[in-house]
């Protein structure tokens, strides 16, 4: 009886490795798969000897949750400089993941609060500082709006748009508060890595300032979080200079936003060049708690500018300061950009009054 027992155990146990293998593989084909039919690197890949030196790599595991290592190792080859993966405990689907992102405080994540912050400057300059937007994009988008009518209240004569702690996020939440200061229908679009016929890049998902100042989304991921209908407060105070703070941490969509701005009349942009995360990412299900943050678009702005992978967007004018080398991680060049913030103000003053 015992021998038949130990027998039967470990039958199913080696029944119960065959199906965590079988687990496994079917990761990293819909991984490889991801990757072959979404990635900007795509033409530089051949994905079916990827997907064979990957298998390999994970032929004796029988857990699924060691594969976050291989998958990242594979995505730093991609050589994008903005795909990543992760992993949740949420291991449903992307419905499930969106819904926790919608319903997750930065309290209850562990995370910092936004360091939401609106002054008057010389009681003339009205300052706004942008954070970055990870979770509560409903909450971000009234309170800048909030923070836009107060200051426009006040008759400013210009404004003061700080992305210089901004590392990006979602990019929605801090673009329509600003509708109105915007002057044209389209700002900003992405290249696909293909060209036309006359070799110029082929551009997609054009980013459109609506009339009306009214932002209709209706992409799963808007309606999920709750932005999928947005309607911008007016500004009175918009046809006057604006300067846009950026720095080496303006990064992802901070860029972007940065970008959304660039190329207007009445804009300069006061900085330092920014961390080079200028293009588009999409969040791909892969399948046992994991999701594949792939890098898909190179950004292009009204000038008429692909930017290149791991190219930042450079100032109009530059701020005479330089990040320590000894600076080892993001915590740290954040906290050297927050303690010279003084010297990024006193540069767009400088700015501002010669234009008076």
């Known amino acids: 009886m015992r021998k038949f027992v130990a027998s039967l155990w470990c039958c199913l146990f080696f029944l119960s490795s065959m199906a965590q293998q079988k687990a496994v593989e079917e990761i990293v084909d819909r991984f490889v798969d991801t990757l072959a039919a979404h990635s900007y690197m795509q033409q530089n890949m051949d994905f079916e000897q990827l997907r064979k030196e990957t298998k390999l790599k994970v032929q004796d ?40 992102i919608a319903t997750t405080t930065y309290e209850q994540a562990g995370m910092p609060p936004r360091n939401f912050q609106h002054r008057m400057i010389e009681g003339k300059y009205a300052y706004i500082n942008v954070p970055g937007v990870a979770l509560e994009h409903k909450r971000t988008i009234d309170t800048l709006q909030k923070q836009i009518a107060h200051l426009d209240s006040q008759n400013p004569k210009a404004w003061i748009i700080d992305l210089t702690e901004n590392d990006g996020g979602s990019y929605h939440p801090m673009i329509y508060p600003f509708h109105y200061l915007i002057d044209t229908v389209q700002t900003f679009s992405f290249a696909n890595g293909k060209k036309d016929v006359h070799g110029n890049d082929v551009l997609e998902n054009p980013f459109k300032v609506p009339s009306n100042g009214l932002y209709i989304d209706n992409s799963l991921e808007a309606r999920t979080i709750g932005i999928d209908s947005v309607q911008a407060k007016p500004i009175q105070h918009h046809d006057i200079p604006i300067i846009v703070l950026i720095s080496n941490i303006t990064g992802s969509s901070g860029e972007i936003t940065a970008v959304h701005f660039k190329g207007q009349k009445n804009v300069t942009l006061v900085g330092n060049k920014t961390s080079g995360l200028t293009s588009s990412n999409s969040v791909f299900a892969i399948g046992g708690g994991y999701y594949l943050n792939l890098m898909t678009e190179l950004l292009h702005d009204r000038t008429g500018k692909t930017y290149a992978i791991g190219e930042g967007v450079d100032p109009d004018i530059p701020v005479d300061i330089k990040m320590p080398a000894d600076l080892k991680n993001f915590q740290q060049r954040l906290a050297y950009v927050k303690a010279n913030k003084d010297v990024f103000l006193q540069k767009a003053i400088m700015v501002l009054e010669s234009l008076e």
């Open 61 to 100: 595991m029988t857990a699924t949750d060691s594969l976050l290592p291989v998958l990242r190792q594979v995505v730093k080859g991609l050589k994008d400089h903005h795909s990543n993966v992760f992993q949740t405990d949420e291991k449903e689907d992307e419905l499930a993941l969106l819904k926790l």
